[in-house]
T-cell receptor, first 115, second 114 residues
Framework: AQTVTQSQPEMSVQEAETVTLSCTYD???????LFWYKQPPSRQMILVIR??????QNATENRFSVNFQKAAKSFSLKISDSQLGDAAMYFC????????????FGKGTRLHILP | NAGVTQTPKFQVLKTGQSMTLQCAQD?????MYWYRQDPGMGLRLIYY???????DKGEVPNGYNVSRLNKREFSLRLESAAPSQTSVYFC?????????????FGPGTRLTVL
């Protein structure tokens, strides 16, 4: 069975600095999808970025980028120029290529932004 | 567009009571999902509906039932609430159940079972 591990329960970063959140996963599949979701205090889950495993190029979305290391089964999220609005829980998630298969979420990393 | 809406936002039940959580989406999505989120845990899938007229069990279905009332609405029912069902419940929808599709989440329902 697939698992997703986020080893950092909490992290802090100074405003305008860069922070990297770690995520590792375990799977025997060769093709799959990886996601980072943000959950601010409002509780609403918001997709930050997604990566298809067959694509070697790392995904980027404005200040958010990933470092996808397929062989190491690592999928870290880098947030550049951190802003106060980035404070939230961040969840790494894995999804099998099988249609209808569920998303597997990690336990989350709480990110604090220090002014 | 309201996106995904859930009612109620908060609910307190006594053990053994029943209730239905409502979810609706206005994005014409085919697939809908119910998750629960417990402290220190990521979301876990309770049930999902890949398309109108179909429902399937997720990771933690025991104690719950679902109804896909129509394409827009997907309800979650607790027949006899237990303290172990205290959690935050999220409904989500996606265009299809293809894995690359983004899931859009509602604001959640915080349920406490005494």
């Amino acid at each position: 069975a697939q698992t997703v591990t986020q080893s950092q329960p909490e992290m802090s970063v100074q405003e305008a600095e860069t922070v990297t959140l770690s995520c590792t996963y375990d799977t025997s599949e060769s093709d799959y999808y990886l996601f980072w979701y943000k959950q601010p205090p409002s509780r609403q889950m918001i997709l930050v970025i997604r990566q298809e495993a067959y694509k070697q190029q790392n995904a980027t979305e404005n200040r958010f980028s990933v470092n996808f290391q397929k062989a190491a089964k690592s999928f870290s999220l880098k947030i550049s120029d951190s802003q106060l609005g980035d404070a939230a829980m961040y969840f790494c998630a894995y999804r099998s290529p099988n249609r209808d298969d569920k998303i597997i979420f990690g336990k989350g990393t709480r990110l604090h932004i220090l002014p | 567009n309201a996106g995904v809406t859930q009612t109620p936002k908060f609910q307190v039940l006594k053990t053994g009571q029943s209730m239905t959580l409502q979810c609706a989406q206005d994005m014409n999505h085919n697939s809908m999902y119910w998750y629960r989120q417990d402290p220190g845990m990521g979301l876990r899938l309770i049930y999902y509906s890949a398309s109108e007229g179909t429902t399937d069990k997720g990771e933690v279905p025991n104690g719950y039932n679902v109804s896909r009332l129509n394409k827009r609405e997907f309800s979650l029912r607790l027949e006899s609430a237990a303290p172990s069902q205290t959690s935050v419940y999220f409904c989500a929808s996606s265009e299809t159940s293809e894995p690359y599709n983004e899931q859009f989440f509602g604001p959640g329902t915080r349920l406490t079972v005494l």
